[in-house]
């Protein structure tokens, strides 16, 4: 698998680390960087609001970053994008938006177990403030969900139903359209957390019949403090506005005030430019490789590392059996090694994992467990890096003291 894709990266290219925490954030290539640099070096200027010319090359820049994740995510209109600072700022949006003013006491909200805290904390809040009722879609040990149960679950009471499309514990990928006819059956909203899918797979709203979609630019190869909310036209058109101020006003007296138009009306405030023509260059950069060859890398990887594991009895990994139904998330615990241990020896051989709850307390309570140790890969990462989490787990136990 020699390649060049890592020497793309400054950051992997200038460090002997074998980087395995993708799931957190991915590193960012050289074009990316650039893009950043290159905005605030010739185009910086405060976008939407100037008539001279370097306003307008900001915007332009700002415009077209729009565009491409429309194009990326195949959605309608660049109406229906909005930016955001993170996934987690998607999801709020709507719940406080959306939610809190299409959900009250008596209906039902439901989401699966398998979510990240920002794709189910929200949904308590609305809970809590309309006394709607929470109900949860359960997995099964291997991470799947039962779509007969989860039929089962969607009624008429049903208003919303939020879902990762991708675990970021165990790499499930999830059957969002056939969630979404479900829910749709009974006029629900799909709410669909694409922070783990959009790295690795290609993500169609349109095919996924998504209500409404978030991302972050930080684990697509971009940067940080940039993030993605799809919402249906006609859904966010309905919709208030999650934060007030600058720029998404049409027009204030002293009574009130008139909003702007889709998609700056849910985006108050100086917006990040230099953060959305990185995104804009993330996205250019991931369609040049293809999603075709990032899966084919990131699968040889994690079949790589599965098959390695199994060869290491005290090494247990979460999920499905099958490397193909883990977009290379490898959650894993050692037989009497605590997962911050793991970690710190692991880090001491030059490989970065994650150790912890992963923001995903419910669902591993659900699997039995408190914390896990999680290796995430990238179509970037080596067979030798690999290689090296394998040496490291191979005598972890022994270099603790608790033998083999």
């Not at 640099?37 to 077209?64: C, M, V, W």
């Amino acid at each position: 698998m020699a390649h060049a894709y890592r020497d793309d990266f400054p950051l992997l290219k200038n460090l002997d680390i074998a980087y395995l925490d993708n799931a957190a954030t991915a590193q960012r290539p050289q074009c990316v960087l650039d893009a950043e640099a290159k905005f605030y070096q010739l185009h910086n200027a405060n976008p939407l609001r100037g008539l001279y010319p370097l306003s307008i090359a900001a915007t332009d820049d700002y415009e077209n970053a729009r565009e491409a994740v429309r194009a990326f995510l195949n959605a309608k209109s660049a109406r229906e994008i909005i930016f955001t600072r993170n996934t987690t700022e998607g999801l709020n949006l709507v719940a406080y938006s959306y939610g809190l003013s299409h959900v009250k006491a008596g209906d039902e909200i439901l989401v699966s177990i398998l979510e990240h805290h920002s794709n189910l904390l929200p949904w308590q809040m609305v809970c809590r403030q309309t006394g709607a009722t929470l109900k949860f879609m359960e997995c099964e040990p291997d991470g799947s969900l039962d779509l007969n149960k989860v039929e089962a679950l969607i009624t008429d009471k049903t208003k919303l139903v939020a879902c990762t499309q991708v675990s970021n514990v165990i790499g499930r990928i999830n059957p969002i359209r056939q969630i979404a006819d479900m829910a749709h059956r009974h006029d629900a909203v799909m709410v669909v957390d694409g922070a783990q899918s959009t790295p690795h797979i290609p993500v169609d709203v349109q095919a996924l019949d998504a209500d409404f979609l978030a991302f972050s630019g930080h684990k697509l190869y971009g940067p940080m403090g940039i993030g993605v909310l799809y919402g249906r036209e006609g859904l966010l058109d309905a919709m208030p506005p999650f934060l007030t101020g600058g720029e998404m006003i049409e027009s204030v007296t002293r009574e009130g005030a008139v909003f702007a138009e889709l998609p700056h009306k849910f985006e108050a405030g100086t917006v990040n430019a230099a953060g959305a023509v990185g995104l804009h260059a993330a996205i250019d950069y991931v369609n040049r490789i293809g999603f075709t060859e990032m899966h084919r890398r990131e699968l040889a990887l994690t079949r790589r590392a599965m098959e390695g594991i199994r060869d290491i009895p005290s090494v247990h990994v979460l999920g499905s059996e099958k490397p193909e139904e883990h977009c290379g998330i490898l959650a894993f615990t050692v037989d009497g090694v605590h997962p911050h241990d793991i970690s710190e020896i692991l880090a001491s051989d030059g490989v970065a994992i994650r150790a912890g709850h992963h923001c995903a307390q419910p669902l591993l309570a659900h699997l039995g467990h408190s914390s896990t140790a999680r290796a995430s890969l990238a179509f970037y990462n080596t067979e030798v890096e690999i290689d090296r989490l394998l040496n490291s787990l191979s005598t972890l136990r022994e270099r603790m003291g608790y033998g083999k």
